[in-house]
């Protein structure tokens, strides 16, 4: 079963835009992952947020958490046409990572 | 910079037949997964290793499905017979120690059913 849920399903933005994807879990968690995949490839991770972090920056990259609504944010400012991609969140459960089914970002040129 | 590598890239096979995929992880690492990867969908566990054990296995579809890591370093994921709803990609990921930690994926195997 998926732990997490990214929100929207996908998302089109023109170049140097900023993206904003949301996430939802359902269970208590010590961390909250991202992690981007480009098409037909293997996932990238971006960035790690612990339970106790409100706010985490990575670059372009800001990552928030609020624990008491179970929920995170990932944004990407100034975005670039690289950054197309599928944006997974992720959380750590005993045997592994548990994933929602991701935001397929688009950024038009 | 070092990578977990896998193979193959791509593999299509007949329903029934059997399939391997070969995972190597990144040196030192202890701890590595097996994911399965429907389209449109995110990731979901197949089998974790803690070195050369399996710590979780519950997942995986015994029935046709096995995974091993002998040496405790690379691993073999095996179907036999595959079925046409096996069609997906394999991820593999690698991992210093606990599941709490980043984990560093392959390109993963993309395998198609006929």
């Known amino acids: 079963s998926q732990q997490g849920e990214e929100d929207p399903q996908a998302l089109s933005i023109q170049e140097g835009e900023n993206a904003t994807m949301n996430c939802s879990y359902k269970?208590?968690?010590?961390?909250l992952q991202w992690y981007r995949q480009n098409s037909g490839r293997g996932l990238v991770h971006l960035i790690l947020?612990?339970?106790?972090?409100r706010e985490k920056h990575s670059g372009r990259l800001r990552v928030t958490l609020d624990t008491s609504k179970k929920s995170s944010s990932l944004l990407i400012t100034a975005s670039r046409a690289a950054d197309t991609a599928s944006y997974f969140c992720?959380?750590?459960?005993?045997?592994?990572?548990?994933f929602g089914k991701g935001t397929h970002l688009i950024i038009q040129p | 910079e070092a990578e977990v590598a896998q193979s193959p890239r791509y593999k299509i096979t007949e329903k029934s037949q059997a399939v391997a995929f070969w995972c190597d992880p990144i040196?030192?690492?202890?701890?590595l997964y097996w994911y399965r990867q429907i389209l449109g969908q995110g990731p979901e566990l197949l089998v974790q290793?803690?070195?050369?054990?399996?710590?979780?296995d519950s997942q995986l579809p015994k029935d046709r499905f096995s995974a091993e890591r002998l040496k405790g370093v690379d691993s073999t994921l095996k179907i036999q017979p595959a079925e046409l709803g096996d069609s997906a990609m394999y991820l593999c990921?690698?991992?210093?120690?606990?599941?709490?930690?980043?984990?560093?994926f392959g390109p993963g195997t993309r395998l198609l059913v006929l």
């Open positions: 990921a690698s991992s210093r120690g606990s599941v709490q930690e980043t984990q560093y």
């Open positions: 269970t208590s968690i010590n961390n």
């Open positions: 947020i612990r339970s106790n972090e």
């Open positions: 992720a959380t750590p459960r005993a045997d592994g990572l548990t």
């Open positions: 040196s030192g690492h202890a701890t």
């Open positions: 290793f803690q070195d050369e054990s399996v710590v979780d």
